[in-house]
């Protein structure tokens, strides 16, 4: 066997077993994963990989599962500091009466900036690489996540009243853009328009939002039909659905997450479908707040992009994506009295490439291919919690949690080794939540 020209790589992981998520329902046992420059530049058998190629690091895990870095496709990372802080409400009187005000009273550019930062710190630690997020002063979140060197995509948002972030809804749409101008050329970032929610965003806010988004080729990323409360709403102020609504503005298409996607007639499933949308699922947040189960099966059997999302630390109260994926399968097992529904293999597609695909990442994140980013989670499943082990994919979705995470990478980059957060300083976040859990705490009271 002949070594390659230039047999130097920057890492070799070597695992027990890599499921790479391409193609699908692969796993290869005693494979190694070559990093160079940042990118997967080989899979391969163990012996042939330190055959062909030296490295100044490598990393032996005998009893791990490589997996592509898991997608929260749906959060508000800088809610991490409104944990618990209004439980067991209703949506609307829980953001009417307790988040809203909060914000009102609280939100800044510091605000954002260290929430998102200690939302990065759980989610590395959970085997996040990359998360889809929606919240003000998207700029802080910018900086948080350069400074955690994770990977996300920030939400321009928008809404028809004024916060302490904007005035009006032209004020939040310059405020995003410019925070996309200031960040344009950033290899860990993306961009997407982020309107809220068909309840607090206007035709007219939707038109202009339609027009960026054709003429920047954004993603755009929605709440839509999550409580029967707001389809109601909907037809009584605009005699139409918000799924039908939204397509008769033109805003269906390819470049539309549809957050939560729980109450969906079978004509509006088979419109997405039909528009190429994809969805994002928060189980857990639809479950706490009694917003209901979306028709997942249904939605994949029309063939309907999905992906898996946290939602936000308020509503949730957790950003674990192990948490959401077996939670996703076994909802979907349940409500349809099959349990093949969902199987694990694609229940972690589903938090992983399908969420790349509905970000227009898929050509560099959301499986372990050759040529694509090497954003990675290394799975401990040596415990015994987690054997004997016969299916690997399986355990991911059923047996393993997110406190077996041992090492992750981003860009090729170690953010997390032996669950030892490396880019952020956990005592100076520490000593930053104190400070506005005792801040907030005092207003509540």
């Given at each position: 066997m002949q070594a390659h020209d230039d047999s130097t790589a920057d890492t070799l992981i070597d695992a027990r077993w890599v499921i790479p998520m391409e193609p699908a329902r692969r796993i290869l046992p005693?494979?190694?994963?070559?990093?160079?420059?940042?990118?997967?530049?080989?899979?391969?058998?163990?012996?042939?990989a330190h055959f062909r190629y030296s490295a100044k690091r490598v990393y032996r895990l005998k009893d791990h599962v490589l997996i592509p870095g898991l997608i929260n496709?749906?959060?508000?990372?800088?809610?991490?500091?409104?944990r618990g802080l209004a439980d067991d409400l209703p949506l609307m009187e829980w953001l009417k009466g307790h988040i809203w005000p909060a914000e009102s009273r609280h939100m800044s550019a510091d605000f954002v900036r260290d929430g998102t930062l200690l939302a990065c710190a759980e989610m590395l630690r959970g085997g996040i690489t990359c998360f889809n997020d929606m919240y003000f002063f998207p700029e802080a979140a910018a900086e948080a996540v350069l400074a955690a060197r994770m990977r996300a995509a920030i939400g321009m948002i928008a809404i028809d009243f004024p916060t302490p972030f904007a005035s009006d809804a032209d004020d939040y749409l310059a405020k995003g853009l410019a925070a996309r101008d200031r960040f344009r050329g950033e290899a860990l970032l993306n961009f997407c328009m982020a309107p809220h929610a068909p309840y607090t965003v206007g035709d007219r806010t939707f038109g202009k939002i339609l027009t960026y988004a054709e003429q920047l080729d954004l993603t755009v990323h929605v709440h839509l039909h999550e409580t029967e409360d707001e389809v109601r709403q909907s037809l009584s102020q605009h005699g139409l659905r918000p799924l039908q609504r939204l397509h008769d503005i033109g805003l269906l298409g390819p470049n539309l997450i549809a957050v939560h996607a729980i109450h969906l007639l079978p004509e509006e499933i088979a419109l997405l479908a039909k528009q190429g949308c994809h969805v994002a699922h928060c189980p857990t947040s639809n479950l706490k707040l009694a917003s209901g189960i979306a028709p997942v099966a249904e939605m994949l059997r029309q063939g309907v992009n999905i992906g898996i999302g946290s939602d936000g630390a308020a509503s949730n109260n957790r950003l674990d994506m192990f948490g959401e994926l077996r939670l996703a399968a076994l909802l979907a097992k349940g409500a349809n009295h099959a349990a093949d529904a969902l199987p694990a293999h694609q229940a972690l597609q589903m938090a992983t490439l399908n969420a790349a695909r509905a970000l227009g990442i898929d050509g560099h994140t959301g499986s372990l291919v050759p040529g694509k980013a090497a954003d990675i989670t290394a799975v401990d499943l040596s415990g015994m919690e987690t054997s004997p082990c016969y299916d690997a994919e399986s355990h991911l979705a059923y047996a393993a949690g997110r406190e077996h995470v041992s090492h992750v990478w981003v860009n090729g980059e170690l953010l997390l080794d032996e669950r030892e957060l490396v880019t952020l300083d956990t005592q100076e976040l520490k000593a930053k939540v104190a400070y506005w859990q005792e801040r907030i705490a005092r207003h509540e009271a």
């Open positions: 005693q494979h190694t994963v070559v990093i160079k420059e940042g990118r997967i530049e080989a899979i391969l058998p163990t012996g042939e496709l749906h959060t508000h990372a800088a809610m991490a500091l409104l």
